[in-house]
């Protein structure tokens, strides 16, 4: 036996195709936990949490709870987005991870209003915050992760994979919320929905393991060899680009509108309102974020072709169109024309909305602070786009006598923001990651001899 032992190989680089996957289970995960609170908050926390409070109130108090994730998302955002533009992107996810995944499973610990009083939804609350620091943390990390590993020509379609992990969580979290639903009322409320949260240990070993196999972006590791690294990249940022942060956060606004809209508040609708099964919602759902896994990667891929802008102008083109007929159908009270709604929302609309904005986002800002860009627009929009929506929608109900007609107003105005913002962005197509001011790439002609 040789006294010196053979130097190991080096490891070669993970295929784009591999980190996509990564990157679409990673998320999936880490929404699925996030998206158990909305389906919770919309079924089962005004009845153990809240129940000291009478109907509308205790539905507005767990939508309230809801919301505060999304205020505490904005700090996940900017913390992770600092220290993974300075440190790196893989070790920032694999932390969002842990406490994702140790939040949601408290969540299922936790004893009720009936046996501990306030104390309940106080710990509620505060979890709730843990959670949304979380996810906050995870979004820009996880879309970098594929983007910036993606071929130049394929960032929309690699990219859009993360963005898979939005509607493959509703999945997981509306499918599992259907299999506990089928439990009698006493056992759901006692035990089912905490199994939901509980399986969120399992899911956490599952994603740590295949985040850990994955390297550094290439991206990132060329600002570190070329000691690029910026000092406060919040900072950079603002002095930079704060134009296209601004307009990118407008796009932001149809996006998680739409989602939360049909994801959650028309789910609560739906159950308490019109006191129709919840089951007819949670079934639709899950047929609709289903669709909505295969249209996000298929708008990214067009993307790639056509371009980010058309992609996306269409997709909220079409929810403003949708929005009226949306709430005449629900208000029919059938369970098809409300399957209808729910899978044109959470599939056609938001699949095609979705699909090429990681990559779209991501081609606007320079490396340098990139992650920190991504968490900042997604998650400072987020808080009105999304976390205010079931609230906003439930205020506007009350205003309009029980009916939708409010709510898809509002819906109307949310699309032609989105519509405007987007007008005023460029086309990122054909843009280089390495500087966010690169030219496009050069298109060839000929030239006439």
Request: hydrophobic share 50%.
């Amino acid at each position: 036996m040789s006294a010196h032992a053979a130097p190991k190989p080096a490891q070669a680089p993970p295929t784009p195709r591999r980190v996509a996957l990564a990157s679409a289970v990673g998320a999936t995960i880490e929404w699925y936990d996030f998206f158990l609170y909305g389906t919770a908050a919309a079924v089962v926390f005004d009845k153990l949490y809240f129940n000291g409070l009478d109907g509308p109130a205790a539905q507005f108090a767990a939508f309230a709870t809801f919301a505060v994730g999304f205020f505490a998302r904005p700090i996940g955002g900017l913390v992770f987005g600092h220290y993974g533009d300075r440190i790196g992107r893989k070790q920032m996810l694999l932390l969002t991870l842990v406490i994702m995944g140790v939040g949601t499973a408290l969540i299922g610990m936790l004893p009720t209003y009936d046996q501990i009083g306030v104390w309940a939804p106080i710990a509620l609350v505060l979890l709730r915050v843990l959670q949304g620091i979380g996810v906050g943390g995870e979004y820009g990390g996880a879309v970098l992760l594929a983007v910036e590993y993606a071929p130049a020509g394929r960032r929309g379609f690699y990219g859009s994979f993360a963005h898979i992990g939005v509607p493959g969580g509703l999945v997981l979290a509306a499918g599992a919320f259907s299999l506990a639903g089928m439990l009698p009322e006493d056992d759901f409320l006692a035990w089912g929905w905490r199994a939901c949260f509980l399986v969120s240990i399992v899911l956490l070993g599952i994603g740590a393991y295949i985040r850990l196999s994955v390297m550094e972006t290439p991206e990132f590791a060329k600002v570190q060899e070329r000691k690029e690294i910026s000092r406060l990249p919040l900072r950079d940022l603002l002095r930079e680009q704060p134009r296209p942060l601004l307009l990118g956060m407008g796009t932001r606004y149809i996006e998680g509108f739409t989602f939360n809209l049909f994801s959650v508040y028309l789910l609560a609708y739906v159950a308490t309102n019109l006191e129709l099964p919840r089951s007819w919602a949670l079934d639709a759902i899950l047929v609709g974020a289903a669709l909505g896994v295969v249209l996000v990667p298929v708008a990214g891929a067009l993307s790639d072709r056509v371009g980010r802008k058309p992609v996306y102008r269409v997709g909220a083109w079409i929810g403003l169109l949708f929005a009226f007929p949306a709430a005449f159908l629900v208000q029919t009270e059938d369970r098809w024309a409300i399957s209808l709604v729910f899978v044109v929302g959470l599939g056609v609309i938001y699949g095609t909305v979705y699909g090429p904005l990681a990559a779209f986002w991501s081609e606007l800002f320079d490396t340098r602070y990139r992650y920190t860009a991504l968490s900042t627009l997604y998650q400072v929009s987020g808080i009105l786009a999304s976390g205010l929506t079931p609230l906003i929608a439930a205020w506007l109900v009350t205003r309009g006598d029980g009916t939708l007609w409010w709510v898809a107003a509002y819906n109307v105005l949310v699309a032609a923001i989105s519509l405007v913002c987007a007008r005023f962005l460029p086309e990122t197509r054909g843009r280089g990651l390495d500087r966010a001011d690169a030219a496009p790439e050069p298109v060839h002609e000929r030239v006439p001899a």
